[in-house]
């Protein structure tokens, strides 16, 4: 399924996780499967956290870029609209190509 997915942009032009294990470089085109890194102050979800659209107002887009992602294996997490709605929580994801 088509889903959204908020990276952040590195100097170099690669992109990673915007909290969790934010120093692994992400591939694109590839099957990622979701690890568990527990990080003090977030919440334990061991899972890729996507969007229904390209929106999550709570979050700044400074440094950051959103892109169309493929989900597998995911269950959907309802959240307030000031955090994008709805939330896919993915075992699996292949990020496809950045949102202009």
Not at 1 to 27: E, P, W
Not at 49 to 63: D, Q
Request: hydrophobic share 40%; with cysteine.
């Amino acid at each position: 399924m088509k889903a959204y997915k908020l990276f952040r942009v590195l100097a170099d032009g690669s992109i990673s996780s915007l909290f969790i294990n934010k120093t692994a470089r992400l591939q694109t085109g590839k099957w990622l499967k979701a690890e568990s890194y527990p990080t003090k102050g977030f919440s334990f979800r061991p899972h890729w956290h996507c969007t229904k659209t390209p929106e999550a107002p709570h979050l700044s887009l400074t440094g950051r870029a959103w892109y169309e992602v493929i989900i597998d294996d995911f269950e959907e997490m309802s959240r307030p609209a000031a955090q994008g709605g709805m939330w896919y929580l993915a075992n699996k994801i292949k990020i496809l190509k950045e949102i202009e």
